[in-house]
């Protein structure tokens, strides 16, 4: 399974709406298996990937270099099937299949 994830710029034409350049600013392939949820937080510079080998994985993105750096990967006992950041203390919730607790 193709694990790959990425950080992409768009740029969009003002006279034509319908033409967007898409670049790759980073590619990652740290997770064993496909990606099923990424959420960016509230403060736009950190983001968090899922993945169905069980991991969540935080990066921190430089807007200024275009590239993100892994700031923490933590392993679960299930798979992933929600993230989402809350605004109050900077926390990363997220919800797996039911199972054990590590």
Known sequence: MDAKHAVLALQFDEDD????EVKT????D???KY????KWAPDGVHFATASH??????Y????????AELLK???LLN???ALEWLSVRFCLFCRALPGPLP
Do not use: A, C, N, W
């Not at 921190?60 to 590239?67: A, V």
């Open 17 to 20: 709406p319908e033409s967007v």
């Open 53 to 58: 080998d069980k991991s969540i994985l935080i």
């Open 25 to 28: 600013l980073q590619s990652y």
């Open 35 to 38: 990606v099923v949820r990424t």
């Open 73 to 75: 990967q933590t392993q």
């Open 30 to 32: 740290v997770h064993k």
């Open 60 to 67: 921190k993105f430089d807007s200024e270099t275009g590239k």
């Open 79 to 81: 798979t992933i099937e």
